[in-house]
């Protein structure tokens, strides 16, 4: 089994900055794409960021320049630096990671969420 525990999350002013932070435990071979979904209130689920082993990112629209997802391959971390937030990126935030759990089954997992919240 594999768990994804967050933190980082919280309150802050408009155009402040928070860093969530994700770390992977378990067993498994290897872990694949790591990202950040997040999901408002009445809204689906959405990416945010995601990053490959091999440090690949990929970002949303709506937060290009302003996000940054990094990860240490070596700790099984995943983190994002979010700055100039805005209160439309209020939302809770996901862990996701793609795990090579054997050598033949590979399976995506989700953290338990962290609330970020912006005040205007």
């Known amino acids: 089994q594999v768990q994804l525990v967050e933190s980082g999350g919280g309150l802050v002013q408009a155009g402040g900055s928070l860093r969530l932070s994700c770390a992977a435990s378990g067993n498994f071979f290897r872990i694949n794409s790591m990202g950040w979904y997040r999901q408002a209130p009445g809204k689906q689920r959405e990416l945010v960021a995601t990053?490959?082993?091999?440090?690949?990112?990929n970002y949303a629209d709506s937060v290009k320049g302003r996000f940054s997802i990094s990860r240490d391959n070596a700790k099984n971390t995943v983190s994002l630096q979010m700055n100039s937030l805005k209160p439309e990126d209020i939302a809770v935030y996901y862990c996701?990671?793609?795990?090579?759990?054997?050598?033949?089954?590979?399976?995506?997992?989700w953290g338990q969420g962290t609330q970020v919240t912006v005040s205007s």
């Open positions: 990053i490959t082993s091999g440090g690949s990112t």
């Open positions: 996701n990671a793609d795990v090579k759990i054997s050598i033949l089954t590979m399976a995506g997992y």
